[in-house]
């Protein structure tokens, strides 16, 4: 029997202490200064952050359409780990994100599973956008 690969995969190398990326990642002061595939602005941002706990972030990105990804925390492992669930009207997706120290800083490995197909290609141009988001983020706030 074979294991189901995630839909999307990125894999990130940031020069900065897990500390700092999971902060970046689960704090809702800093997600309101970076959240999103582009440099649009981030509206609000909720995050009970605790297994059971709901989060609900609002973007817009620089064309003006506005998203409001939000779901529950499934696990929690301060600057290791976070699992939670990624919600639409239709369906329900599951989003990894795993942080390894390294000799620059942080591996960030992040996975999505469970998308619907029709949604794999536009979710992995938007966590791939994330990514530099953070990553931008991450290198401006030194």
Do not use: C
């Not at 952050?49 to 064309?63: A, E, H």
């Not at 699992?83 to 942080?99: G, K, M, R, Y």
Request: charged letters at 25%.
């Amino acid at each position: 029997m074979s294991t189901r690969q995630p839909d999307i995969t990125i894999v990130r190398n940031l020069k900065a202490p897990p500390e700092k990326v999971y902060g970046a990642v689960t704090k809702p002061d800093q997600i309101l200064q970076w959240w999103g595939p582009d440099a649009g602005t981030t509206v609000s941002a909720e995050v009970d952050l605790r297994p059971g706990g709901k989060y609900s972030i609002v973007f817009r990105l620089l064309d003006g359409s506005e998203h409001n990804p939000r779901g529950v925390y499934l696990d929690v492992v301060p600057n290791e780990k976070l699992v939670f669930t990624w919600e639409a009207p239709d369906w329900v997706s599951q989003v990894t994100i795993l942080l390894r120290p390294i000799d620059i800083g942080t591996e960030l490995t992040l996975m999505h599973e469970n998308l619907p197909t029709d949604q794999i290609e536009s979710h992995d141009a938007g966590w791939t956008g994330w990514a530099d988001e953070l990553q931008t983020y991450i290198w401006d706030t030194k």
